[in-house]
Nanobody
Framework: QVQLVESGGGLVQTGGSLRLSCAAS????????MGWYRQAPGKQRELVAT???????NYAETLKGRFTISRDNAKNTVYLQMNSLKPGDTAVYYC????????WGQGTQVTVSS
């Protein structure tokens, strides 16, 4: 059973940056399209960005230019670099395949203060 462990969240001020990591244990990580998702309080989980096995990326329209997804298949890890953070980015961030079919990890909390 593949397990996903997210890390790197925290409290930052508006305009700050964070780099999230998601480590996947086992499975055929390198073959999967991976995605970062987020869930803000009282809202549904939404897809933030995806990256294919070969590195082709896609982003939610409103996040283009601020977030960058990348992956290291040798380390079974996917990253999310977040710049120019806004209070609206406050959420718990998760990674999963896209479409999501693995058990969700615990996520990592990102809080952006104004």
């Amino acid at each position: 059973q593949v397990q996903l462990v997210e890390s790197g969240g925290g409290l930052v001020q508006t305009g700050g940056s964070l780099r999230l990591s998601c480590a996947a244990s086992g499975g055929t990580f390198r073959l999967n399209v991976m995605g970062w998702y987020r869930q803000a309080p009282g809202k549904q989980r939404e897809l933030v960005a995806t990256i294919t096995a070969s590195g082709i990326t896609n982003y939610a329209e409103t996040l283009k230019g601020r977030f960058t997804i990348s992956r290291d298949n040798a380390k079974n890890t996917v990253y999310l670099q977040m710049n120019s953070l806004k209070p609206g980015d406050t959420a718990v961030y998760y990674c999963n395949t896209n479409p999501a079919y693995l058990a969700w990890g615990q996520g990592t909390q990102v809080t952006v203060s104004s």
